[in-house]
């Protein structure tokens, strides 16, 4: 019952307790509570409950129950680290059983073993019990061993024999009652899932097997342990951080298990590192092999000295001795037979390089690199990243290039199997190495048009494709209404200067909610984008320019593409730039309030050094014709009118260019039809819209109450031109959740994520709403960038506040344009000249860009 039920089983242990039992019932009880409090409770009183069920077991002169008791209480030995004591009471537990009971204490050992890392002593010991277990018709002991045996065919990289037993097991708890040991196995299929390289499968399947833990009430901290290291593999560094570091404390809060402890420490710093934080990826990493050490873990603590050495070499410290121990680390592992060996040998060939060993880093790189052809998705990049920094060693940039072409190849096909925008964004981390050595070696060997390919090979990739649409999820809209009603309620209250913790607490559980179900969607058609044809941009450009700028160690690169040529210019440092951009943000802001003209100056100059930095010599040769900028994802908050050389001009914004020639050869809808959406709070009510209202004739005017969230969608799905005044939000820690304010509530990117097809054109009047999140290798979400697969051709919105008066008559004349058949930034270049010349109304002009090829 302890697995089935565990609280009442805690409950009826009490009860036989209290009624002063016969030692063998004595001895079940407290082994009970010893169980119970091993696994979800406090170690020190399980120790104390299974030693005295062993005793009693002892005076009952029962050799069985004595052995069955021994094998939980080494079971529990182990995982307080006192692993010599453990191994020695399931010894004897062997000894003492007999048939079907030494089976199950075999089965114990088993368990004790992989927790230990001794894997193919721990399948030894399956081998032995599941016989007898089958021929004992012991249905639930059965499912238990072949379980188990999976989750070790698992550590050694067997994913279809783990496949296998995970498949069998789950048949035979389909006939019991063990709700804990199924959610168990439901847990295991999600890890099964992850070693697949199904991502969103294994996040489906943890989120399942912790809704049926939160149903038994009993914790999840080997379950968390599984759940971070696939946020890690999904590039969700930062949450695995704190996922772990939220175990770790709820563990150390209850006095639980020391090996559990370990194993956190160890996710904890696996996700640091990657998280930008090497001195805590250092310090959790030393914690967990200290503690693997001493519990005498080899298998464990291998993996954790590799962590350890990687945060080091992250930290900037490089030695011949660190070169030692990643190869020390490297040969232990394969000598556990763990999948983690190359990613040891590519860190020691990695140190070797940096410390001018060639030699050295060969012989590292190479047994690397063999784990190039075969294995998970991660494992084969792992090779080609080998493979790539072998041949740049060599002096090849042809080869570097092929192993870069191969490697970004894999995780193409991992990445289009995630059907959630934000997964397929962050997943291109793992391909951010690949990339910028292809792109150092195309400016050492290649001319500007190869920069611009392999600057385009991996840029904005997330864009793409559409990101698979919810199927009809009554949950997730459920959620959704939830989210948009208690985020109204928490405004309300906040403007009206009340504190309100109850309802954010809710909202946040909430967006978690609605986050990890968009996260479990699957691409339902795995597939590549077309590749990059530098001959087409050349040839859809016409008279016009493209401007990308690539990033190569730091400097940025100008290619200037345009007149049946790719040109490259070298401007200034990515950071002098991304600093220069904040001060022409600070300037917007304090200009988009009345009185702050004294600072239009200071604004211009800071537009005057930016352009310096970002353009260099180029800018004397963009011709006069329309221009279109792609910046890298950390340069998009840039509002590229405040650059002098670009003010008058026509200028859209593509996050690249196969994403630009996407939107050029969109059509636009057959029906023309115009929506209108006016939210609330506006400071001029959105003054604009009855206006515009006029003009067209008979759009669809969504205002009032009317401008609803599912009215709102339902009208935008396939229009040819939206206007949206409404409050915008960027939400920098969860940019998904960037919204408009509508009359019940915020409109997210979830929510437009949703459409069949979103609107052809559209312009949204309102504050931040060009503002993304760079993530990934150079991947961008926000609105804008959510809306540009999904059917928009051209967007208009604003990087930065702007005044909701001055946006008035810039939209009026923003609209005029387009009712003269010009494109969204050939109108808005007139409209910002039809403005007043002021300072208010001129950077308000600024603030907003064109994007797409609208």
Avoid at 70 to 80: E, I, P, R
Avoid at 290 to 305: S, T, V
Avoid at 652 to 665: E, F, I, K
Wanted: aromatic share 4%; charged share 25%; proline share 5%.
């Amino acid at each position: 019952m302890v697995f089935a039920a565990p609280h009442e089983a805690l409950a009826r242990a009490r009860e036989v307790l209290e009624a002063d039992p016969c030692p063998v019932h004595a001895s079940v009880a407290h082994q009970v509570i010893g169980i119970w409090q091993r696994d979800w409770g406090d170690l020190r009183l399980a120790l104390r409950h299974l030693r005295r069920a062993r005793d009693l077991a002892a005076r009952a002169g029962s050799a069985d129950r004595e052995a069955d008791v021994l094998a939980t209480l080494g079971v529990a030995l182990v995982h307080a680290g006192r692993t010599r004591q453990g191994l020695a009471a399931l010894e004897r537990g062997v000894e003492r059983g007999s048939g079907h009971t030494r089976a199950q204490v075999l089965f114990r050992r088993a368990y004790a073993r992989w927790v230990l890392g001794r894997h193919r002593a721990a399948l030894e010991d399956v081998r032995r019990a599941i016989p007898v277990l089958r021929q004992e018709n012991d249905v639930i002991w059965t499912a238990r061993a072949l379980t188990l045996r999976a989750t070790v065919h698992l550590a050694l990289g067997s994913v279809e024999r783990a496949d296998a037993d995970f498949s069998a097991a789950e048949a035979l708890w389909d006939t019991t009652g063990q709700e804990h040991d199924k959610a168990d196995a439901v847990e295991s299929r999600g890890l099964a899932a992850f070693r697949a390289g199904d991502v969103p499968a294994a996040l489906r399947l943890l989120d399942e097997a912790e809704k049926r833990y939160a149903e038994l009430g009993t914790p999840t901290f080997m379950l968390d342990i599984r759940r971070c290291e696939v946020l890690m593999a999904a590039g969700l560094a930062p949450e695995a951080l704190a996922e772990a570091d939220a175990a770790i404390r709820a563990l150390d809060g209850i006095g639980g298990q020391l090996t559990r402890k370990a194993e956190l420490l160890l996710a904890a710093a696996r996700a640091a590192r990657p998280a930008g934080d090497p001195h805590t990826a250092i310090a959790r990493a030393a914690e967990a092999v200290r503690l693997f050490a001493a519990q005498r873990r080899p298998w464990w603590e291998a993996h954790a000295r590799l962590v350890l050495t990687e945060a080091r070499f992250a930290a900037g410290r490089t030695s011949g001795r660190l070169v030692a121990d990643a190869a020390r680390v490297a040969e232990r592992l394969a000598s556990f037979g763990a999948p983690a060996a190359p990613e040891a040998s590519l860190l020691a060939g990695r140190i070797a390089l940096a410390l001018g060993r060639p030699r050295d880093a060969e012989r590292h790189l190479a047994r690397a690199a063999r784990s190039r052809h075969g294995g998970p998705p991660l494992a084969r990049i792992t090779g080609w990243a080998a493979q790539a920094l072998r041949a740049r060693a060599a002096g090849s940039s042809a080869g570097v290039l092929r192993a870069c072409r191969s490697g970004l190849a894999v995780l193409d096909a991992h990445r289009m199997t995630l059907g959630a925008s934000e997964l397929r964004a962050r997943a291109t981390e793992q391909g951010a190495e690949l990339a910028a050595m292809a792109q150092r070696a195309s400016l050492d060997c290649g001319g500007p048009r190869r920069l611009l390919e392999w600057s385009e090979r991996w840029r904005a990739t997330a864009l793409s494709a559409p990101p698979t649409r919810p199927p009809a999820d009554p949950a997730l809209l459920s959620r959704l209404t939830a989210f948009r009603e208690i985020a109204a309620r928490a405004e309300e209250a906040r403007g009206a200067g009340r504190a309100v913790p109850a309802l954010e607490r809710e909202q946040r559980r909430l967006e978690r909610e609605i986050r990890s179900r968009t996260l479990h969607l699957r691409a339902d058609a795995p597939g590549g984008a077309d590749r990059f044809d530098a001959g087409r941009l050349l040839e859809r450009l016409g008279e016009g320019r493209l401007v990308e700028l690539a990033v190569v160690d730091g400097r940025v690169h100008v290619l200037l593409v345009g007149q049946g040529r790719v040109r490259r210019f070298t401007a200034g440092l990515l950071a002098d730039a991304e600093a220069e951009a904040e001060h022409v943000q600070a300037g917007l802001r304090r200009l988009a309030h009345p009185g702050g003209e004294a600072r239009l100056p200071v604004l211009l100059a800071a537009g005057r050094r930016l352009e310096e930095l970002l353009l260099g010599e180029a800018v004397r040769h963009l011709g006069s014709g329309p221009l279109v900028v792609v910046p890298p994802g950390r340069l998009h908050r840039v509002p590229w009118a405040v650059l002098p050389s670009l003010r008058e001009r026509v200028v859209s914004v593509s996050p690249s260019a196969s994403s630009w020639l996407r939107a050029r050869d969109t059509e636009p809808p057959a029906d023309g039809r115009h929506v209108l959406v006016r939210g609330p709070g506006l400071a001029t009510g959105g003054a604009e819209v009855p206006e515009l209202a006029g003009r067209y004739g008979a759009p669809t005017l969504l205002e009032d109450e009317h401008a609803r969230a599912a009215r709102v969608l339902a009208e935008l799905d396939g229009a040819a031109l939206a206007h949206i005044a409404a409050h915008g939000a960027f939400r920098a820690d969860s940019p998904l959740f960037s919204s408009l304010r509508m009359a019940d509530g915020p409109l997210i990117v979830h929510d437009f994520e949703r459409l069949a097809r979103s609107p052809y054109r559209i312009i949204l009047s309102c504050c931040d709403t060009a503002r993304f999140a760079s993530v990934g290798a150079d991947e961008l979400l926000g609105l804008v960038t959510a809306l540009l697969p999904l059917g928009t051709a051209g967007v208009v919105a604003a990087s930065a506040p702007v005044n909701d008066a001055a946006v008035v008559p810039l939209m009026l004349a923003l609209h005029k344009g387009l009712g003269a058949g010009l494109s969204l930034a050939e109108a808005l270049r007139d409209a910002r000249a039809a403005v007043p010349d002021d300072a208010l109304h001129q950077t308000t002009g600024w603030a907003f860009t064109a994007f797409g090829a609208a």
